[in-house]
């Protein structure tokens, strides 16, 4: 990525249509693929690190400020928002595409299984440890619901990993001059 960056991107850095969006290669399952079949991950998150870097070479980044929130997280949240196999299912999420819990009706009954449904949309809940989280009114308890209906991450973690990313998303921000600010001192 950071020789692209210095090669090839160059052909559409000064174009206001195209933006970069950084994001980790993530394992969301094997599907169909045969066992065995793997993807090099890195183990930390690097997309920070990229955004920076592109940004001091004067690219523009996709936004940055657009903070994860309760109804923004992820389109399987949407009540009104559905993916359709092959086989004529009715799936909440496009990357959870082979598990059950993702199936909440199919075309030819033309029935969807409410309880299924509910456990995609709004489904997050905050605790009561969010009361006194700083961050709340930007975070909103926003998380990706399949990680939370396949119990995937912690409390602790995803509030933890959102802090980070709220942290980071000001920062970049900063570094773009897309934002302004005045420091306070109480």
């Not at 969807?112 to 975070?139: A, G, V």
């Amino acid at each position: 990525m950071e020789n692209f960056l210095v090669t090839d991107a160059q052909l559409f850095k000064r174009d206001k249509r195209f933006q970069l969006l950084f994001r980790n290669v993530g394992d969301w399952g094997c599907g169909d693929r045969k066992e065995g079949y793997e993807v090099k991950r890195f183990a930390e998150d690097v997309s920070f690190e990229l955004s920076q870097k592109a940004i001091k070479q004067g690219y523009n980044l996709f936004d940055h400020l657009l903070f994860r929130s309760n109804f923004y997280a992820c389109y399987a949240q949407k009540e009104h928002i559905y993916t359709i196999d092959t086989k004529g299912n009715l799936l909440k999420c496009t990357v959870a595409l082979y598990d059950e819990e993702n199936k909440i009706g199919n075309l030819d009954s033309f029935v969807i299984d409410d309880q299924k449904q509910k456990l995609w949309i709004n489904n997050y809940e905050f605790s009561q440890k969010c009361s006194k989280y700083q961050l709340l009114l930007i975070c909103k308890g926003g998380a990706c619901p399949k990680r939370d209906i396949f119990n995937e991450r912690t409390f602790n973690e995803k509030c933890q990993r959102m802090r980070q990313n709220i942290l980071q998303n000001f920062e970049l921000a900063i570094l773009s001059n897309k934002v302004n600010y005045k420091l306070k001192v109480e």
